[in-house]
């Protein structure tokens, strides 16, 4: 009897085990499919706003590499003339610099190094007319610390920059280009109008 009693408590609970395990069993191999039915709608928009914002970083690089290019070229030119000037004053003789618009370079005159440009930038020169033959125009500063004088304006895309060098002291300035206003100079042109250009320049 005490056996039958055994029997009788185990026996529902190994059968009713049976189903329970199934049923655990049926869950966790269906649960894989509903994985790979496809992106949720939030998986989708997290997506896209990722590509969205690596796109608006990689537009924002190539116009910060434009900037930085042209800024970095306009102050290399600034510093060559700037080494001229010295190099005038320290031996009493005249130094120039020549830029020649076909192959994007400048030099020094005495020096025999060629500095190229990036092709990418266009260049233009307003110097005095006996500093400029064929593609190539010069701006010279001699001993007393003056010079001819003159604008080298640099352009890339939206970017420009503006080289600018006083005919009198020989001091050298960069600045950035700013649009004309209605029925009004360049702000550039105003600032140094009379201070840089001589009545005999001509630009290039």
Not at 56 to 71: F, L, R, Y
Not at 185 to 191: F, I, L, P
Request: with cysteine.
């Amino acid at each position: 009897m005490a056996y039958r009693v055994g029997a009788d408590l185990f026996a529902p609970r190994l059968c009713s085990s049976v189903p329970a395990r199934a049923r655990r069993q049926g869950v966790l191999a269906k649960s894989p499919l509903r994985r790979s039915t496809g992106f949720s709608l939030i998986e989708m928009i997290i997506v896209l706003l990722i590509s969205v914002l690596g796109f608006a970083a990689i537009s924002s690089n190539m116009s910060g590499n434009e900037s930085t290019k042209i800024q970095a070229a306009a102050r290399d030119i600034a510093s060559a003339l700037r080494y001229a000037h010295g190099q005038a004053l320290m031996s009493r003789q005249p130094v120039s610099i020549a830029i020649n618009l076909d192959d994007n370079s400048y030099r020094v005159s005495n020096r025999d190094k060629v500095f190229e440009l990036p092709t990418e930038i266009d260049v233009s020169l307003t110097v005095a007319e006996e500093e400029l033959e064929g593609g190539e125009g010069s701006i010279r500063f001699f001993g007393d610390g003056s010079s001819t004088g003159g604008r080298i304006t640099l352009e890339w895309g939206k970017q420009r920059r503006q080289i600018d060098v006083n005919w009198i002291t020989g001091e050298v300035t960069i600045s950035a280009y700013m649009p004309a206003l209605p029925n009004h100079k360049d702000v550039a042109d105003v600032e140094i109008a009379g201070a840089y250009f001589h009545p005999d320049f001509v630009s290039v």
